[in-house]
Structures are given as C-alpha cells and as structure tokens.
C-alpha cells in the first residue's frame, strides 16, 4: 500500500535528521532551524514539538520579528511568522480585506464548519453582524451576569467551601472549564449542564473540547497527507478528534432540538421582551440571504464556535491569572485591597445583593488579567493568507495563498514592544496617567484579535473572569502544590498541561 510506504519513508527520515541534529546541537547552539532538503525544517519542528511556542518566540526574538519557515518540499506547508507590530495591524486591520483566513485553515478546522472563526467573505459577515447584535443585546449581558452570579453562590463557593475544609488539592483549571462551559451553554441554550457542582459530574462534552484543541495543533505541524491518513485509519489523536466531534454534535444537535421543541409555538417576530439567544439566532438564520446547506448544521456551526470560544478562552486567563498570582504574592494583596476597599461591600456571592456591584473600579484586578493575557494569551496564535501577493511592512513578500502564523505569544514577551521587564508580571502597567485603564492598541496586544475579526465576548469575558476572580480572591488564600510543574498544554489554547493544582485557605481562617 502506497501510503505505508511514504510513511516509513517520510519515518526514517525524521528518525535519521533527528539523530543528526540532537548530534549537531551540541556542538553549537544555533538558534535558526537549518533548512535540511526535502525535509525543510520538519526536523526542527520535531525536536521542539513540546515547547512550540517557546521555540518560536526564541526564533522570533533573534530574528527581529518575522521568520520564513520551510516545510518539505513535499507538503505545501512553508510559512511566514510575525510578531511585528507594523505586520499585524496591516494584516488585521489596514489590509484586512487582502488576509481571509484561507482554505487551508478551513481544512485544519474542519470541525468548525462554516462557523464564525473558520468562515471567509458573506458568511462570516453575516455571522459576525448578527453574534455582535446579539451578544451586545441589554437583555443578554443582566442574563448572563445573573447566571454567573448564580453559578458563583451555587457552584462555585460550595466546591471551594468543602475542599478547603477537608483541605484536599483543588484543581483550578478543571473549575474554570465547567464554570465557563456551563455559563456559555446557558447563555446561549437556555440550558444548564451543571457541570460545576458538588459531585463533580463527567460531561462528555465538556471535556472533550480540549482533546479537540490538542488535535487541531498537531494538524498544524504534521504534513497534511499524514494526518489525513491518520484520518482515514482512524489513528492517534485523529481518532480523539472524530469521536470527539461525535460527542460534540450529539450535545449541540440534542440542545437546538430541545429548544425547537418548546418554542415550536413561539411567535418569532416578537420576542423583545423575552430575549432568548438561541431563538433570536434560529430567526436570523432562517431570514439570511446568504444560504448554507442545512439549517441545523449551520446552527450547529455557529453555537459550536460560541462555546468554543466561550469555554477555553476564559477558563485558560483564569488559569494563568491565578498562577502569576501566586507568584506574586505582593500584586495579590494590592488586588484583595483594591477589592475591600472600592466594593464597600462583602461578597458573599448572593446575586440579589451582588447585582449592583461595579467592577469597573478594580483596575488592579483589571491590569492582572490583561497581564495574564499578555504574558499567556488564551489564543497564542491565528493564520491569515493573502488572496494577492503582497509586501508586509517589515519587507517580507508574501505569495499568493502563503501561510502567515500571528505569533500573539511573542508579542507579550518583546522588549522592543513592553520594554526591559517584559517578562515580569506587572498589573501597574496597564494603569492610565489620570486613573483608570491604559488603553493598549490591538497590533501591541492582539489577546482579543484585531481590525474587523476582533472578539465579540471582550466585554463578556472580562465580567465572567472578574466576578470569579474577585470571588475568589476575596475568600480564599491560595498556595500552589509542589510536585505538580505548571506547563503550557500542547494545544491550540493556551491551556496548562497539568491542570493548576492549588490549596485553598479560607481567609476568615487565616
Ligand atoms: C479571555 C477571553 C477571550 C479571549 C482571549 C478571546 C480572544 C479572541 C480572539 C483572539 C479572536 C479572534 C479569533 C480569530 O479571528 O481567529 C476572537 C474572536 C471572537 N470571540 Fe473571543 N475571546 C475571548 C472570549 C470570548 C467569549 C466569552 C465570547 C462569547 C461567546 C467570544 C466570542 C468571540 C467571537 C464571536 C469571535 C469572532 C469574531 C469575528 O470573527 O467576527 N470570545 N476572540
Ligand atoms: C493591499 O494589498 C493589495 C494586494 O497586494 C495591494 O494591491 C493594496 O495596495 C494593499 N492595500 C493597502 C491599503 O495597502
Ligand atoms: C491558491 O489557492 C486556491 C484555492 O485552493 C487555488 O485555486 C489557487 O490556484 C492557489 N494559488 C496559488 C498561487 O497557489
């Protein structure tokens, strides 16, 4: 069979460059990937594999900026990296119409169909249009915050209450994916997994996204020809993928039935009062011009990108968030003050009593999330390709259908962009002149994208991480556990590979 035999060849290629280059390495440190024949830098990429992005930003850093990367020769995967300031806001913004995602992304985010992330041209304008109408809908975000508000008095404080008592080890991460997924599905379902609550239930669902996140990543630096064999065989982490998109779609398909099923006698043209998120997108998408295939599956689409995007990415900054916070114990106790003080009132998770509560004041706790995303970006990268050969700002010609990689990650950890400390964990940065929040501009901090793509959930984000956050903070110490090393997850999301294993200490007990 011709694909066995590519495959070991292709095989022993790696294993021979491998052995080479682990050889090589010790001899001089050279940062730049050679460029072996036929294999380009595959080999390279397989000895970083685990440490990508770090590996990237060291290239990045001693190559002022943009990297050309060549793939094999065989397998259409050359690729321009960037970090420039100038590169990205030209991409993103002044040029955005030269710079769709391009079909090659289409193909490694297969899953998301014609969802909002992966969608080009009247598809995604029409996404886009319609989830910026909704998801900034007055009614939508008073949900949303007595959702949370719900899930923090409910959820959250009981986990957190009985595990400190018993004094075991709490796994933040693992909280802050069933916290997000449940508030994501309510907003936008009208429907709650309760997978946040005391006895800790297995949704499939819920857990599978990351497998998913981790399969899309290895397709970006396999050869596509092998992983699509891999497809066909149903191997490695190509078999986590298809039966996690079956596990996906059962869960979504199962909801927009539902929901069909109760408001079959809804009268669509009048729902003002009672805004319902999936209603109101049922109706758009039934009135849109633009037509895709099946009604269902463009549905199915669209609230699979949403949960997507509303699980991982919140669930991740937190993640990070609460890590450099341990770190730092001094920004900690600033941001505990901060909370005392400008909320003269306690927090005891009540949502009746905690609805008035302005969080726009804690610019502390601001300035540590965005740190977090600075440092740690939930989306370390993004893909564009220009539909006409083009010149960037940093002079590099771009082909036709050339693949250019965002590098978000490095951005964050550039000197010449944040300056000498770039790598400490710094709220106090991001504090304006005259009080309040420095506004940073989307080519210096593309965490929430840029230009025209930017996210739709900034504003949801910020209140969801906030409220947890403060919660958090306001009840508890937290010391990590030793023995548990806090690693980058292989992924497309900024996740950690361990999870984020932590004790808890009520303050009143302190
Ligand atoms: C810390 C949290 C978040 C971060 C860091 C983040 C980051 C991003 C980034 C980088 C993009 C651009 C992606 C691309 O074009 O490939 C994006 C787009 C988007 N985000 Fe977020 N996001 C967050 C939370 C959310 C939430 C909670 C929602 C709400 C459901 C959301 C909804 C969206 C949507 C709909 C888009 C697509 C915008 C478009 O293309 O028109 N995001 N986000
Ligand atoms: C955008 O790219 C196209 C294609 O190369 C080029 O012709 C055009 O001048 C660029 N537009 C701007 C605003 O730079
Ligand atoms: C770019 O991609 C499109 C779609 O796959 C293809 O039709 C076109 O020939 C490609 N152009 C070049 C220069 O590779």
């Not at 004094?167 to 994501?184: N, P």
């Not at 309510?186 to 819920?206: A, H, N, R, T, V």
Request: aromatic share 12%; hydrophobic share 40%; net charge neutral.
């Amino acid at each position: 069979m011709a694909f066995l035999e590519h495959f070991a060849i292709f095989f022993s290629i790696v294993i021979f460059f491998l052995i080479v280059i682990s050889y090589t390495h010790k001899c001089h440190k050279s940062i730049i990937p050679t460029n072996w024949p036929v294999l380009g830098i595959i080999p390279s990429v397989v000895v970083n594999a685990h440490r990508l992005l770090e590996w990237v930003t060291e290239l990045l850093s001693c190559t002022g900026g943009t990297v050309f990367l060549k793939g094999p020769s065989f397998a259409n995967m050359d690729c321009i990296c960037t970090s420039s300031p100038a590169d990205i806001h030209y991409i993103l913004s002044k040029n955005f119409s030269n710079y769709p995602k391009g079909h090659k992304f289409r193909k490694i985010f297969d899953i998301l169909g014609d969802g909002v992330f992966n969608a080009d041209g009247e598809i995604w304008e029409f996404q886009h249009r319609t989830l910026k109408s909704l998801l900034n809908h007055p009614t939508f975000h008073s949900l949303l915050k007595k959702n949370i508000w719900n899930k923090v008095e409910k959820g959250l404080l009981p986990v957190l209450d009985k595990n400190s008592r018993q004094g075991v080890e709490t796994d933040l991460q693992d909280i802050f994916q069933r916290f997000a997924f449940d508030i994501i599905c309510e907003s936008i379902f009208g429907y709650d997994p309760k997978s946040m609550s005391l006895d800790f239930p297995y949704i499939p669902c819920e857990k599978v996204l990351s497998h998913v996140e981790e399969a899309v990543l290895v397709r970006h630096i396999m050869p596509a020809r092998l992983w699509k064999w891999q497809q066909l065989l149903g191997m490695k982490s190509e078999k986590k993928l298809s039966n996690a998109c079956k596990i996906v779609d059962q869960f979504i398909y199962k909801c927009i039935a539902e929901k069909q099923k109760d408001s079959s006698n809804i009268n669509y043209e009048s729902l003002d009062e009672n805004f319902d998120f999936l209603t109101a997108l049922t109706r758009e998408v039934k009135h849109q011009i633009v037509t895709s295939s099946d009604l269902d599956k463009f549905l199915r689409d669209i609230l699979l990108s949403l949960i997507f995007a509303g699980r991982s990415t919140t669930s991740s900054t937190l993640s990070w968030f609460f890590y450099y916070l341990a770190k730092n114990s001094i920004a900690e106790d600033k941001i505990r003050e901060e909370i005392e003080t400008q909320l003269d009132k306690e927090i005891s998770g009540k949502f009746n009593d905690m609805q008035e509560l302005d969080f726009s004041k804690l610019v502390y706790l601001h300035g540590g999330l965005c740190e977090a995303l600075r440092l740690t970006p939930s989306v370390p990268f993004q893909h564009k390709s220009p539909v006409q050969a083009d010149m960037l700002p940093s002079g590099n010609k771009v082909g036709r259908n050339t693949s250019i990689i965002l590098c978000f990650h490095t951005m964050g950890r550039m000197e010449s962009i944040w300056g000498k400390d770039c790598l400490e964990f710094k709220p106090e940065r991001w504090f304006a002149a005259g009080g309040g929040i420095k506004h940073q501009p989307s080519y210096k901090f593309p965490a929430f994208g840029g230009g025209p793509r930017s996210c739709l959930g900034k504003q949801m984000s910020f209140t969801q991480m906030k409220i947890v956050a403060a919660t958090i903070i306001y009840h508890y110490r937290i010391e990590l556990v030793e023995g548990y090393p806090v690693l980058p997850s292989d992924s497309i999301v900024l996740e950690m590979k361990n999870g984020l294993i932590v004790k808890l200490t009520k303050r009143s007990e302190v």
